[in-house]
């Protein structure tokens, strides 16, 4: 959209070029929030300033998982219940809440807040695997489950991790790829039908 | 998304339920928003926030035409330059912003930020047709052009308001209706083509 020549308020100009630091929104929904929030809901505009300031202070990073956390360490890596030999590589803090929506895993994690993606410029360290090598160097973690996603650049992310880690002498394995539960076969697409059938299992 | 059994940051927390009063976003887009926010934009967040406490202060309603602005009256109704005998009708700001993009209308505005909808519960003075009427009583408008939406709830707006000011004796007129610049008869809608056809002029 061009810039508006219409003499407007210049603190809502200010707030529609302040809402596009948010992902996904571009000029014309920056404009229809700011307009929603001060003609029907200025009380939720000050809640979300304030929610905004308030995370700002108090939310840094998990000096263990490196998830986020108002803690020095996180809840769940001081949890005594947590089996510490075992420790899950994620992408990102959303990962995390999907693998432990499962209640099938009770170890440790560690979150990459990334991937490793040479062309944006993201190596190692950004995505925090020298702490990752630290971590693990610490002794403790017997296995490493490497659960980033199965894009080119979780792939090549896991594939980097394996590396580092097995010439360290540390077991590492990645979650199973294969069709979906109640996926019809008819409806997977080709590559992960025959990662399927070359995974295939004795039942 | 079911609520993630994960000890979270409660910052976090907060915050991914305060983006939710932004139109279209909802809890996946708002976790989205906030990790990104905490992770790659904090200096960005900082200034939404204040851009968001700095609208809710200064961003009021002009007292003439309704429209967002930081002063009493806007610049827009203060300007000698307009002609004051034209009050051109429209629902939101944006499309006061796109009337005066067109660079071919130089009257004044009214700006309903909003339109009926019965349904809804959105009545007359919901949508300022008293202060509507206030205004057009004071006489200096000669006619009042009705430009909100061709949608359902938009022509019940123009029929209301047209219906209301007609009793008093002032000229209304509607923008028109028609096959738009560009548009290929193939491509348009009968209605708008029926419509195109009935209110044809000679040339």
Redesign the interface.
């Known amino acids: 959209m061009?810039k508006?020549?219409?003499?407007?308020?210049?603190?809502?100009e200010?707030?529609v070029?302040?809402?596009r630091?948010?992902?996904?929104v571009g000029p014309r929904?920056a404009?229809?929030?700011?307009?929603?929030?001060?003609?029907h809901?200025?009380a939720?505009?000050?809640?979300?300033?304030?929610?905004?300031?308030?995370?700002?202070?108090?939310?840094q990073r998990c000096a263990k998982c490196n998830?986020?956390?108002?803690d020095e360490v996180?809840?769940?890596c001081c949890s005594p219940r947590r089996d510490a030999s075992l420790l899950c590589v994620v992408e990102?803090?959303?990962d995390?809440?999907m693998v432990?929506?499962t209640?099938s895993y009770s170890g440790m994690y560690f979150v990459l807040?990334g991937r490793l993606s040479p062309l944006d410029g993201v190596g190692p360290r950004d995505i925090g695997l020298d702490r990752l090598q630290a971590r693990v160097a610490e002794g403790e973690v017997r296995e490493v489950i490497l659960a980033t996603n199965f894009t080119n650049e979780g792939e090549a992310t896991a594939h980097y991790i394996a590396e580092m880690l097995r010439a360290r002498g540390i077991r590492v394995s990645r979650i199973a790829r294969g069709v979906p539960l109640g996926g019809e076969l008819e409806y997977v697409d080709a590559g992960t039908l025959s990662q399927a059938l070359l995974e295939r299992r004795e039942i």
């Open positions: 061009t508006s020549a219409v003499p407007s308020a210049k603190g809502l200010r707030l070029e302040a809402l630091v948010l992902p996904g929904s404009q229809r929030m700011a307009y929603h929030l001060l003609q809901d200025r939720g505009a000050g809640q979300l300033a304030q929610a905004l300031s308030q995370a700002l202070e108090t939310v998830n986020f956390s108002e996180c809840s769940l990102t803090p959303a995390l809440a432990e929506q209640v807040m």
